[in-house]
């Protein structure tokens, strides 16, 4: 089992940055791909990004590439997302989520944070 929560979610202007955190606790972090996805009101949960177990690779959707980043820090067994020049299109729910093999899809990862909320205002 591992356990994951989610933390660093806000309101933010347009144009700003925000930092989300995902810690994880239980069976050894390290050995999880880890990925974020996003859900807007009324909108299907989407893949925003993953990475694998060594940090060496990463995947983004389109809509986030060259403004988001993640990354984790296996010693503090935490994944991070970066967001910048952040655009009200982005509010939504973010959550980080683990599992096998960094997968666009969220059927792949088997454990979940509880998702904290973005909030992009224009």
């Known amino acids: 089992q591992v356990q994951l929560v989610n933390s660093g979610g806000g309101l933010v202007q347009a144009g700003g940055s925000l930092r989300l955190s995902c810690a994880a606790s239980g069976r050894t972090f390290s050995s999880y791909a880890m990925g974020w996805f996003r859900q807007a009101p009324g909108k299907e949960r989407e893949f925003v990004a993953t990475i694998n177990w060594s940090g060496s690779n990463t995947l983004y959707a389109d809509s986030v590439k060259g403004r988001f980043t993640i990354s984790r820090d296996n010693a503090k067994n935490t994944v991070y997302l970066q967001m910048n020049s952040l655009k009200p299109e982005d509010t939504a729910v973010y959550y980080c989520?683990?599992?096998?093999?960094?997968?666009?899809?969220?059927?792949?990862?088997?454990?979940w944070g509880q998702g904290t909320q973005v909030t992009v205002s224009s």
């Open positions: 989520a683990a599992g096998g093999s960094s997968s666009w899809f969220s059927y792949e990862y088997a454990y």
